[in-house]
């Protein structure tokens, strides 16, 4: 079946423009970042009885009990991570749908992403080479290992929430790198993180309070 990339009525151009500007109103500023979620159909990746909403500012099911995160938070996490300048690799924990890989695509020279669930991971594949996105690379795996033998990456970001970031993906990160995730405390309450390599340490900086899936260990199939 031929992919409706370009979309009509609910999921137009128009819809797009509509949630770009939302993001720009709600303080996203990077226009590399709004022109590059402007661009990736969003209403390819959510399930298909929510195709409708996919340009509201709201997280959608993806299926096995997951969900892509609200535009703004993709927005704001791709954002935390560029600041510093344009990026030439990324690490993802947490492929899901593959959207905020389409995101990442756009904006660097090569993202790699791992899954723990297996369906996930190859549909995000499937998709992925439809839209003829090929500079994303997929491994179905714990991403709490991060991705050895690419490392290390100029940026990483976790798109599942962890008690305490791994040490063993801080560790692939490369100097100057940044890493942005979703940290839960013992309330279970969550905060967006962001760890810089800088020359001696790791400097860590608080982002938005935000409500992510856990990060679970070991890889499902
Ligand atoms: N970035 C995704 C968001 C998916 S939700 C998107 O744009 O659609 C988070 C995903 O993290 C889920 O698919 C979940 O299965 C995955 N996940 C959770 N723990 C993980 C782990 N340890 N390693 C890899 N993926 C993990």
Not at 24 to 41: F, Y
Not at 130 to 156: C, M, Q, T, Y
Request: hydrophobic content about 45%; charged content about 25%.
């Amino acid at each position: 079946m031929a992919l409706d990339i370009a979309g009509a009525g609910m999921t137009s151009q128009r819809a797009r423009d509509r949630l770009i500007l939302q993001l720009s109103r709600s303080g996203i500023r990077d226009q590399r970042v709004l022109e590059a979620i402007r661009q990736v159909p969003r209403h390819l990746f959510v399930e298909e009885a929510l195709v409708h909403r996919a340009y509201e500012n709201i997280a959608l099911p993806i299926g096995y009990r997951q969900t892509v995160s609200q535009p703004f938070i993709v927005a704001r996490m791709t954002e935390a991570l560029l600041e510093a300048g344009s990026l030439r690799t990324v690490l993802e924990v947490g492929t899901g749908s593959g959207y905020q890989s389409a995101v990442l695509a756009r904006l660097c020279e090569r993202v790699y992403s791992v899954e723990r669930i297996l369906a996930l991971s190859r549909s995000a594949r499937e998709l992925l080479s439809r839209l003829k996105i090929d500079n994303v690379s997929l491994r179905h795996g714990d991403g709490a290992e991060g991705w050895p033998a690419k490392a290390p990456f100029d940026a990483i970001i976790l798109t599942a929430a962890p008690r305490a970031v791994p040490q063993e993906l801080l560790m692939q990160l490369a100097p100057g790198g940044r890493l942005v995730a979703p940290v839960e405390d013992v309330d279970g309450k969550q905060q967006l993180v962001r760890y810089t390599h800088t020359d001696e340490a790791y400097v860590r900086d608080l982002l938005d309070a935000v409500c992510f899936v856990p990060m679970l260990s070991g890889a499902e199939s």
